[in-house]
């Protein structure tokens, strides 16, 4: 059983690396494209654009900000909004450029208010289903990205909302930030993997009293139960977790690319299994490092007592 799993992963892993190393430049969010795959970014969203996609540069080359920016709806989950987000999390994927995505609100005071109500209240009761559907195969592919993803709360993740940050690997909340799966509020339940992403990540019982209850934690008691890996004292221009996201992808950008992905991927893929075959993942994944120039480079820096210098090859 563990070698069958431990092919089957080296195989996804290799389809997934070679298939990011094969990703064209691709067009997505604010930009303007220049010569062959050197782009400069526009920093702010556009008037009326919902999200903004910035690929940042300089000493944070590498590091790419989705932005939301639906302020009348609080940055509400709406079928637009979907979309958008879900081109972008395509494009990131496809290129091996992108070190990690932070994934934050342009409006302040709020991170996700959830779905779109107004919206849904239009809808016939046979679209919410396959509304629903897409909107939890947009987080799914969020979780799956290959980087590390980084969800920056600075205000309110509530119940589509907080799904969107509890698929990202790191949560980081302003203290001031407010958090909860509150559906059963409306007699439903969370329906974009609250259900099974909040208990992996803070326990089984006390997900079920957070759900039971549809209860909003603040930052602070969001760190306590682990849901967030960092609480920061919310700032004057209220972006104060996204600052400390910054300051994280920072830590990340320096590291191989291809051993975090890989990384990553034997962490998310053995933590659903026995022990056993959780170190056979491992060792498909350590497998994928190996022939890199990127491990040649890692001793050679070593070795002349200098700073690597990777470029995910």
């Not at 790419?64 to 940055?75: D, W």
């Not at 999390?89 to 994934?103: D, G, H």
């Not at 820096?301 to 200098?306: I, L, N, P, Q």
């Amino acid at each position: 059983m563990a070698l069958l799993v431990r092919c089957r992963v080296f195989s996804q892993a290799f389809r997934g690396q070679t298939a990011a190393l094969d990703g064209a430049c691709p067009l997505v969010g604010v930009l303007h494209r220049s010569a062959g795959c050197s782009r400069r970014y526009s920093s702010d969203a556009k008037a009326g654009e919902e999200l903004s996609v910035r690929y940042l540069d300089g000493d944070d080359s590498g590091i790419v900000v989705f932005g939301m920016n639906r302020p009348k709806a609080k940055n509400a989950i709406s079928m637009n909004l979907v979309k958008l987000l879900s081109d972008a999390v395509e494009s990131v994927k496809k290129n091996n450029k992108v070190r990690s995505v932070i994934l934050c609100s342009k409006v302040p005071g709020v991170f996700c208010a959830g779905a779109d109500l107004k919206e849904r209240a239009k809808m016939h009761q046979s679209e919410v289903g396959p509304f629903v559907a897409k909107a939890r195969a947009l987080i799914t592919e969020l979780g799956n990205l290959p980087m590390p993803t980084i969800a920056a709360i600075d205000g309110a993740a509530l119940g589509g909302g907080l799904e969107l940050s509890l698929a990202c690997d790191i949560r980081i909340a302003a203290t001031s930030a407010k958090m909860g799966l509150v559906e059963t509020k409306l007699a439903i339940i969370p329906g974009a993997g609250g259900t099974q992403r909040l208990p992996r990540t803070i326990g089984v019982s006390l997900a079920k009293e957070l759900i039971f209850a549809a209860r909003v934690i603040d930052g602070s008691e969001a760190k306590a139960l682990g849901l967030a890996n960092h609480a920061v004292e919310q700032n004057k221009s209220g972006d104060a977790a996204y600052l400390r996201a910054l300051d994280l992808a920072r830590e990340f950008n320096p590291q191989g690319p291809i051993a975090v992905r890989m990384a990553k991927l034997a962490i998310n893929q053995g933590i659903e299994v026995d022990l056993t075959t959780g170190l056979a993942i491992e060792d498909a994944c350590y497998a994928q490092v190996i022939p890199t120039k990127d491990r040649l480079e890692g001793l050679a820096a070593f070795r002349e007592k200098r700073p690597p210098r990777f470029k995910g090859e």
